[in-house]
């Protein structure tokens, strides 16, 4: 019988061979590190986020207000984007560095600012600021934080540190916080304007989150198998915040009693007087407003729906990019933030007309992953993420990017407004009674109907 030349003939490997296959690791004997180099996304580190943290502070990260619309939105809109790559374009190095309000970094990327960030992990704004430093791009310190703004300082002695600043009640403690953040050397200044209350965060209400959290049956027993964040939270230094006085209760009520939403363009002229660095109004959802920030002269917007913690069916900053940066992007430098998850990301809000984007559950993910290298692994993914991406649509530097390698699909569509048609006059009623339609229908177009129906 002939032989089947589809067959390959066998033969029994010799033990030469099998040694040649096997390839064994060097043993890594620290724990964090082996959690850390298995997570290869942004959404891995949340998975990793989330076994080690208790229910109510993981939630306080991970969650956005009411029906967490907005997020789940803004998060969408990043998924629904088709890159169009370029070809036979060398791009064998790539060039992620760009000047961000007058200042260098090594990606078109910041930290945001978080508010009670070490109630995520103890090490928190110290690992975030220093994180930050050692991969060359800023980080932005909260009103909220839990490290003082000399404590960052001391963290990113050489690298970009900034500050976000919420206009409080008592106007003297938000100047003083300016002036502080100045003297630090801090380089920039957001002017949040997205916050006049606090958005109706429900995980944290379901949860009977506080601040500081509190030891009831519930956080008992949900901390059973993550003794390790209660002993760090129990033996290191009590949460100090920049700008409260005193704590307790839920962040709403917190928030609630802080902020002013009075706030208003009279508010940022004096904090413009007083700042000496670069000034950026957070928290912009609009054109109109990106307009008349422009004219009014800042430095920068940042197009932000606060992470959906705020109004929830906000504006998807993403979408009112390409229309913001075609109006004013020659006035004002534009970041932007909400539902960035990776380097992808990035690279398309950059493509569409931001200067740089900002991080805050991401960052966040990596911190309560595995501390200050968690955060280190956040960065270390994204830039990862942008490169590859850069590389595969054919750019060697953010430069090169444009519109022509971004389109965004449309999912949510506005309907078109209906036209307003004014209310005509009222006449003076007559003297014979009004008859309703409904008391007295008129039967001729019904007739009409019928007879013309009957007609061949």
Do not use: C
Request: glycine share 8%.
């Amino acid at each position: 019988m002939p032989r089947d030349p589809q067959k390959q003939a066998r033969q029994v490997p010799s033990p030469r061979q099998i040694f040649e296959l096997l390839r064994f690791k060097k043993p890594n004997f620290d724990a964090t590190d082996r959690r850390l180099q298995a997570a290869l996304t942004i959404t891995d580190l949340a998975a990793i986020a989330k076994r080690r943290t208790p229910k109510a502070a993981f939630d306080y990260t991970d969650g956005s207000a009411e029906g967490e619309i907005s997020l789940a939105r803004a998060r969408q809109a990043f998924e629904d984007v088709e890159f169009s790559p370029s070809i036979l374009r060398s791009a064998e190095t790539v060039d992620t560095s760009a000047t961000i309000l007058g200042g260098p970094s090594a990606l078109p990327l910041a930290i945001a600012p978080t508010g009670f960030t070490r109630l995520m992990q103890t090490q928190g704004e110290l690992a975030g600021a220093s994180a930050a430093g050692a991969a060359g791009i800023p980080f932005t310190l909260s009103t909220l934080g839990t490290t003082s703004i000399e404590g960052v300082k001391a963290a990113n002695p050489t690298g970009r540190n900034w500050y976000q600043l919420y206009v409080m009640r008592d106007r003297s403690i938000s100047y003083g916080l300016v002036e502080r953040a100045a003297a630090a050397g801090f380089d920039t200044l957001q002017f949040t304007v997205d916050t006049p209350i606090a958005g109706a965060r429900l995980r944290d209400k379901r949860n009977g989150f506080s601040i500081p959290p509190a030891l009831t049956l519930g956080t008992i027993v949900n901390a059973i198998p993550r003794p390790w964040w209660w002993w760090d939270f129990l033996t290191t230094p009590k949460l100090e915040f920049a700008s409260l006085s005193s704590t307790g209760g839920t962040v709403g009520e917190l928030l609630n009693a802080a902020m002013d939403p009075t706030i208003s363009y009279d508010d940022l002229r004096e904090i413009r007087a007083m700042w000496p660095g670069k000034l950026v109004v957070k928290g912009v959802q609009n054109l109109e407003d990106s307009k008349a920030l422009a004219d009014f002269g800042v430095d920068g917007i940042i197009l932000s729906n606060h992470g959906g913690r705020q109004l929830d069916r906000a504006p998807i900053p993403f979408h009112l990019l390409p229309d913001v940066a075609r109006e004013v992007g020659n006035d004002v430098e534009i970041g932007v933030d909400t539902g960035i998850m990776s380097g992808a990301d990035i690279v398309a809000a950059v493509a569409l007309g931001a200067r740089y984007t900002m991080i805050g559950r991401a960052y966040l993910y990596g911190l309560m992953a595995g501390g200050r290298k968690g955060v280190d692994r956040t960065l270390a993914i994204l830039r990862t993420e942008v490169v590859r991406t850069m590389t595969l649509l054919g750019v060697a530097s953010l430069e090169e990017l444009g519109p022509q390698h971004v389109t965004q699909l449309e999912r949510l569509v506005p309907r078109a407004k209906p036209t307003v048609i004014p209310a005509p006059a009222r006449r003076a009623p007559s003297a014979k009674k009004a008859v309703s339609k409904i008391d007295a229908p008129n039967p001729a177009p019904r007739a009409r109907t019928r007879a013309a129906a009957q007609q061949p």
